[in-house]
């Protein structure tokens, strides 16, 4: 393949004297798909040979190799270098690194909650308002983002305090096209079409529904993304924020009009597999198995883009077995919100090269290096959407852009025993037969008591 040789000689003395330059994944020029320009320009804006940064997150193994293969262009562009520490333990690693005085210059975290205690501790470095504009304007839903990662400092301001880059997406609904196609089914638009649905294949003789809240020690969890996708739906960011932070108590009024709008689609008989009493006992590695029997024991499964691990060997994603955003309900004029997760780049120095490589974040080529290889989503309005490496990542990827909203899974924002524990258990409980109230009384009195 020929190389596309650049105009211009800011370019090619970018190509020819960057180190490592022949190690990276992509050669520049080569592929329309990159921003190339994105690259270019900001080699010629950032110039840092011989200057390096310590950076710590929780990327090991192939991850790990992403990740590097992404800073392989910020060093090739600047003449920066990269020491990248990853680990399993990485948040405990950096706290320990933080407590003895020796920070990295920049710690990934996939913990919104941890950015929120560093800032409050002064521990890490309030980004420029100019990146907080930038974001806004730049990805989709960008106020959410801005707020996702905005926190008091130790005087009490709020600001900006770290960079969100890659990205999960936990609302998606799983179905098998043939079945749907067999029935005559189409994938609803809206949520009163999804319920509409559900209705229609009972009445067809059909199960709709798959739903399993087993997962050993953490038994409960799937019911709570169930809820934090409904709380989205039924009621504005700002109470779903609220909720997260316990100003909006656990047993408000619209907390268990959230959990109720649950109990519609898993506390019918008709609606799951097995009945409602299968719900808490069925595996949420299991549950999505009936969509593969023939005749279908179920025609929908709401889960996470993980789910597919628990897929028969050899089922292909698009064709076996393919998604649909949850829909937001037509008449709540919420927008179209997306339950989720994702990593964010705080700077714990005074490194000046540290801002560069949040500088760096912003182009659409450090985006576009790791959407084309696997396992990365984006927010970002100005990536090339035909960079991703399958249709799936890309499909996923439009749903981003598509959001008007984006909120960070709930229970891992709240306080462990609540989020990781009677919030769980509640769940539980709930499918089991107790009612809203009580159940969220519960978890709000759990709450109390960590006060």
Not at 96 to 101: C, F, L, N, P, S
Not at 242 to 262: E, G, H, Q, R, Y
Not at 422 to 443: C, S
Request: one cysteine or more; proline letters at 6%; a negative charge.
């Amino acid at each position: 393949m020929k190389r596309t040789l650049y105009a211009g000689s800011a370019a090619l003395a970018l190509l020819a004297g960057a180190a490592g330059a022949q190690d990276l994944k992509f050669a520049p020029g080569e592929d329309a798909k990159f921003n190339w320009k994105s690259y270019e320009d900001f080699g010629a804006a950032h110039k840092l040979e011989g200057q390096s940064l310590n950076v710590m997150g929780p990327w090991t193994g192939a991850d790990q190799d992403l990740v590097l293969s992404v800073f392989a262009y910020f060093e090739a562009a600047t003449g920066a270098k990269i020491n990248y520490t990853g680990s399993n333990s990485s948040e405990q690693d950096i706290q320990i690194a933080v407590d003895g005085g020796t920070p990295p210059d920049i710690a990934i975290s996939p913990q919104p909650g941890k950015v929120a205690d560093y800032a409050k501790a002064g521990k890490v470095k309030a980004l420029p308002a100019e990146v907080a504009d930038w974001i806004k304007a730049n990805y989709a839903a960008g106020d959410s983002w801005v707020s996702i990662y905005s926190a008091a400092g130790p005087d009490g301001t709020s600001a900006l305090y770290s960079f969100p880059y890659k990205t999960d997406v936990k609302s998606l609904v799983w179905y098998v096209p043939d079945n749907f196609e067999d029935a005559g089914y189409e994938v609803p638009a809206t949520m009163e079409d999804l319920k509409a649905l559900t209705e229609k294949i009972v009445a067809d003789g059909g199960t709709p529904w798959c739903i399993g809240l087993g997962s050993d020690a953490a038994t409960g969890w799937p019911a709570t993304d169930w809820v934090e996708d409904l709380m989205l739906r039924n009621n504005a960011p700002e109470d779903y924020d609220a909720w997260v932070a316990n100003t909006l108590p656990f047993n408000d009024p619209k907390v268990i009009a959230a959990v109720d709008d649950f109990g519609w689609f898993a506390k019918n008989d008709a609606f799951v597999a097995g009945g409602t009493g299968a719900v808490g006992s069925t595996d949420f590695r299991d549950s999505p198995k009936g969509l593969f029997d023939s005749p279908p024991k179920c025609y929908m499964h709401r889960q996470a883009s993980f789910i597919p691990s628990f897929f028969p060997e050899g089922t292909e994603i698009g064709k076996d077995a393919d998604f649909f955003y949850f829909p937001a309900y037509a008449g709540k004029d919420l927008g179209k919100p997306i339950l989720g997760a994702g990593t964010s780049f705080m700077v714990m120095s005074d490194n000046p090269a540290a801002m560069d490589l949040i500088a760096f974040l912003e182009t659409p080529i450090a985006h576009e290096v790791w959407m084309a290889q696997s396992g990365f989503l984006t927010p970002h309005k100005g990536v090339n959407v035909d960079a991703y490496a399958n249709d799936v990542l890309k499909k996923q990827g439009a749903m981003l852009l598509d959001a008007t909203t984006f909120r960070f899974d709930a229970s891992d924002l709240m306080p462990g025993g609540v989020g990781a524990g009677t919030f769980w258990t509640g769940m539980v409980d709930y499918a089991g037969g107790k009612d809203a109230a009580t159940v969220t009384g519960d978890i709000q009195k759990s709450w109390d008591a960590l006060k």
